[in-house]
T-cell receptor, first 115, second 110 residues
Framework: DTGVSQDPRHKITKRGQNVTFRCDPI?????LYWYRQTLGQGPEFLTY????????KSRLLSDRFSAERPKGSFSTLEIQRTEQGDSAMYLC?????????????FGPGTRLTVL | QKEVEQDPGPLSVPEGAIVSLNCTYS??????FMWYRQYSRKGPELLMY????GNKEDGRFTAQVDKSSKYISLFIRDSQPSDSATYLC??????????FGKGNQVVVIP
């Protein structure tokens, strides 16, 4: 499968715990994006990387959230001291930086439930 | 006012009917307009991509963009039960983040 993959697909955690999600983009894609989607809403942009550089962060990305893409390949999103409001689907997408459209391909998401 | 408005009401149609979906937006900097389809518990998949005002057809799907009215539409002709999904409009300016609407859940009844 050459699409975007995310791990784990589901995560249940207790409030206050830390969680980390992984995203593996399409291999030749140099851009990687994180979005969050809550029930009944469209995805909301969190952050994006070009290669290993984090170029943009949304104000939704509080200090408890940190994202990395250390070698310009896979990325991790960590949430520290989780809160019930963090419960959502976390979506990763990747794209090329060249071309007029830079189509973003999405992974299946990681569904987080904070109890 | 949100950047992208999409009336999130569910839509049920009989098989073979035309499905009509639309979004409005407020950010004049948006240049690229997309429709994504999302099946339950899956990530969004790109359905249609347009840049300029006008119509774009792809099989049973037609996307319309009216930049002067800041209004985009998606039409699905001869709808099939397999078209049952949530449809999300999305837009971006010259940067890279996508701004999405809330989505419309469409159910096509056999």
């Amino acid at each position: 499968d050459t699409g975007v993959s995310q791990d784990p697909r589901h995560k249940i955690t207790k409030r206050g715990q830390n969680v980390t999600f992984r995203c593996d983009p399409i291999s030749e894609h140099n851009r990687l994006y994180w979005y969050r989607q809550t029930l009944g809403q469209g995805p909301e942009f969190l952050t994006y990387f070009q290669n290993e550089a984090q170029l943009e962060k949304s104000r939704l990305l509080s200090d408890r959230f940190s994202a990395e893409r250390p070698k310009g390949s896979f990325s991790t999103l960590e949430i520290q001291r989780t809160e019930q409001g963090d419960s959502a689907m976390y979506l990763c997408a990747s794209s090329l930086s060249s071309g007029p459209y830079n189509e973003q391909f999405f992974g299946p998401g990681t569904r987080l439930t904070v109890l | 006012q949100k950047e992208v408005e999409q009336d999130p009401g569910p839509l049920s149609v009989p098989e073979g009917a035309i499905v009509s979906l639309n979004c409005t937006y407020s950010n004049s900097a948006f240049q690229y307009f997309m429709w994504y389809r999302q099946y339950s518990r899956k990530g969004p998949e790109l359905l249609m991509y347009t840049y300029s005002s006008g119509n774009k057809e792809d099989g049973r799907f037609t996307a319309q963009v009216d930049k002067s009215s800041k209004y985009i539409s998606l039409f699905i002709r001869d709808s099939q039960p397999s078209d049952s999904a949530t449809y999300l409009c999305a837009m971006r300016d010259g940067n890279n983040r996508l701004a999405f609407g809330k989505g419309n859940q469409v159910v096509v009844i056999p």
